[in-house]
């Protein structure tokens, strides 16, 4: 199980003093504290369609078999020239414990597996749902899988991703019922008005939301401690919880009503997890830095994940400067995410102007950021993935 002080300074040593080439694991860490020789470039494979790997691979196959898993994330491994492949295990949202807990899960072998029934419909239904004791089932296999990809590449940076609270919550009440439940819970705390407290009880119960979260929140804290039990390792844990951007809610009722659920996982695990929650501009980066409590909200991990784009799928390019500034500023690494519509579409010579043009910003400014790829939809050329990786070595040299 690596160790985070002595990957670090591992990393800062061979930087400094030029001894030996950094990994993907040390270059990745050293770029979230400092200037890594270059920048590193991350791989969301399991967004990658199995049979787009290879032909004898389908959804199916690899929600009922660890080998397949294994295999798959060999030829990523192997395949592609990059530093940080993250989620290398091709069962979808299975994995992260909802099915342990109740979820519904649709497989076939065209699609990753999708959620179809979900356990909590009543508040009664909420006591029924037990933690998970051990890992079981598909969590299990998930935790198989992480230890044995990480034990087979240890020269790459492959962090352990659960859910978290507001994600969990959204997979065993379903993606179209808990963000109503949050509203109903809002507006009756946010009124004194008894008439329309009542009418709000009529409608549904404003007490489902917290009821739900409250759940969620322990489960999370759960899965974690099982996982750091069963031998995974703490460095760079990520806990994601990606479905609390617009239109499904703004910054302020993330604030309110998410963040402090999301807070107590972190904190249980002594703020050694990596938070994921999306922001839709630098601009909201720096509001959130200057008039928020300084704690969990300045430790989210920053990217341009929900930023608004271009038709063909680029991060808005004013935006870039923007939040490399505020990236060094504040001594962030920033992620810079190349969407797979863009990779899909893009001509070999538009691919190597994007990476020529945001490295070569970033390098001037000696920002720290990091170069991923995520989503690549089916008819991409995997090929591109190492043109732009290569470029990206080219261009971003510190």
Request: charged letters at 25%; proline letters at 7%.
């Amino acid at each position: 199980m690596p160790n985070l002080i002595v990957t670090v300074l591992k990393a800062l040593i061979k930087s400094k003093l030029g001894i030996g080439k950094l990994n993907g694991l040390e270059r990745f860490m050293l770029a979230q504290f400092s200037l890594p020789d270059r920048v590193p470039t991350v791989l969301a494979a399991t967004n990658i369609e199995p049979y787009m790997l290879d032909p004898k691979y389908n959804w199916k196959l690899t929600v009922e078999s660890i080998e397949a898993n294994v295999e798959l994330a060999d030829i990523v491994c192997e395949r592609f020239d990059c530093d940080m492949v993250t989620m290398p295990i091709w069962q979808g949202l299975m994995s992260f414990g909802p099915c342990e807990m109740g979820t519904e899960f649709k497989i076939s072998e065209e699609r990753v597996p999708y959620s179809v029934g979900y356990p909590i419909k009543t508040k009664e239904d909420i006591q029924k749902i037990k933690l998970p004791e051990e890992a079981t089932g598909h969590l299990k296999m998930y935790f198989d899988l992480n230890l044995e990809i990480q034990k087979r590449h240890p020269e790459l940076f492959l962090p352990l991703t659960l859910d978290g609270p507001w994600d969990l919550a959204m997979l065993l009440r379903g993606d179209d019922k808990l963000p109503l439940d949050m509203r109903l819970h809002k507006d009756y705390v946010e009124t004194d008005n008894p008439i329309k407290k009542e009418k709000i009880r009529k409608r549904g119960d404003p007490d489902m939301y917290p009821a739900i979260m409250e759940l969620t929140t322990q489960a999370a804290i759960r899965i974690f401690d099982l996982a750091f039990k069963y031998g995974l390792s703490r460095l760079g844990s990520v806990m994601i919880d990606q479905y609390t951007a617009p239109p499904i809610m703004g910054r302020e009722d993330f604030v309110k009503y998410v963040l402090p659920y999301i807070e107590r996982v972190w904190r249980y695990h002594k703020k050694k997890l990596m938070i994921v929650a999306p922001c839709i501009s630098p601009m909201q980066m720096r509001k959130i830095l200057e008039t928020e409590p300084a704690g969990i909200n300045h430790q989210i991990m920053w990217s341009n994940y929900t930023f608004p784009t271009t038709p063909e799928g680029i991060a808005l390019p004013e935006y870039d400067r923007p939040a490399f500034e505020l990236a060094k500023e504040y001594k962030k690494n920033f992620g810079y995410i190349v969407h797979g519509k863009f990779l899909r579409d893009a001509t070999e010579q538009e691919i190597e102007a994007l990476v020529k043009r945001v490295c070569t910003l970033a390098t001037e400014m000696r920002t720290s950021i990091s170069f991923a790829l995520t989503a690549i939809p089916p008819g991409t050329d995997l090929e591109k993935i190492n043109y732009l990786f290569k470029r990206v070595q080219e261009y971003g040299k510190y």
